[in-house]
């Protein structure tokens, strides 16, 4: 499959759960440059950085506040915007805050993926829906190689744990409800740590290294030692819109099920080395040590095994770490900028990144 795939988004009405999110935004992004036209679907941005605030999404989609937990919100949603694909991305996404309000993070997580699921069921003309979940959704046992599509789910803390279960709750439907000819084609996805300009989650290792390289003062790690497959957030989106399109073609249910999209090994390095590189690259900084006293443990060593994207879809990661942390600290830089010209510089590192990616193929 080459990039001429992303032709097939042309002119089609897609729906982004979760478009005010870090990946959300993202993808909307991508998609108005492949002529999509878009709606979104999610709660309000968080801070008056965040990557949908920052580029003007709002003046440029259709977007529809809601929450993914109310199915009446959502499925009136889908009957308005009445989609050809649906990408769902909304959703808890942070470890430390599923402790804080395991409720809300399985709710969000479990509950709001079965009501996308259902209200897809319910609706006409879907062709294709990409259900985005965790690599956390592994039962971790801290391999040191990749976890393969068919190893088990699990999870030790709640939000893990929440997306273990969503990846049963989708594998259940498609193989109860979107198994038949005309019905549509649904797959589950799973990245691993994304990196790139516009997330400002709290305890999520970029954001906070930004943060305080702003304000000059030194960087907290608690898990030096954690080993992380880092990626810039256009890889996993050039997988999924892939996939998109692969569920939308003449064989798309052959493409239904789970699919890992992680970098190479040569990404997967520890916290402490990824702030390294930072700092050289910020031109200063500097970091201390603090062990975590919490028994709120994140797994030490996750890895996820990509021959499946990689043989079946000719999908490839093509960003080394340095490049993925070129152009995410570039996106950091430019924010305070007008909206147009943040949303040009990602415009501008989409069309960068289709570069590289036509110059590996």
Request: net charge neutral; hydrophobic share 35%.
């Amino acid at each position: 499959m080459t990039a001429s795939f992303l032709n097939k988004y042309s002119g089609k009405k897609v729906l982004i759960t979760g478009d005010t999110g870090f990946k959300g935004s993202w993808l909307a992004i991508w998609l108005l440059k492949l002529g999509a036209r878009v709606t979104g679907f999610g709660l309000p941005p968080k801070t008056r950085e965040d990557n949908f605030t920052v580029c003007g999404l709002q003046a440029k989609i259709d977007h529809i506040e809601g929450d993914i937990r109310d199915l009446t919100q959502l499925s009136d949603a889908i009957g308005e915007s009445r989609p050809d694909f649906v990408f769902h991305l909304a959703a808890q996404a942070l470890v430390f805050d599923s402790y804080r309000d395991p409720y809300q993070t399985f709710t969000s997580n479990v509950t709001g993926t079965l009501n996308v699921l259902e209200a897809i069921r319910k609706s006409s003309g879907i062709k294709a829906a990409v259900m985005v979940t965790s690599d956390k959704c592994y039962e971790n046992h801290e391999w040191v190689h990749g976890y393969r599509e068919t190893d088990p789910l699990g999870g030790r803390d709640p939000y893990s744990a929440s997306k273990g279960a969503a990846e049963i709750v989708i594998s259940s439907y498609i193989r109860s409800f979107f198994h038949e000819k005309n019905t549509p084609a649904v797959a589950s996805v799973r990245a691993g740590n994304v990196i790139g300009g516009g997330d400002w989650s709290e305890n999520r290792i970029i954001p906070d290294c930004i943060r305080s390289l702003r304000s000059k003062h030194s960087i907290e790690l608690r898990n030096p030692d954690s080993v992380r497959p880092w990626q810039h957030v256009l890889e996993p989106l050039y997988g999924y819109l892939m996939l998109g399109s692969a569920l939308a073609g003449p064989v798309g249910k052959t493409f239904c099920g789970a699919w890992n999209f992680g970098p190479y090994p040569c990404n997967a390095v520890t916290v402490e080395d990824l702030v390294k590189e930072i700092i050289s690259q910020w031109g200063s900084g500097m970091y201390h040590i603090k062990k975590s006293q919490s028994r709120n443990k994140e797994s030490g060593m996750l890895v996820l095994d990509i021959n499946k994207a990689v043989h079946l879809l000719n999908w490839n990661p093509v960003l080394p770490l340095k490049k993925s942390l070129q152009f995410t600290i570039e996106e950091y830089r430019i924010v305070g900028l007008s909206e147009d010209a943040v949303y040009h510089q990602r415009s501008a590192h989409i069309d960068e990144y289709m570069n590289i990616q036509r110059s590996m193929g």
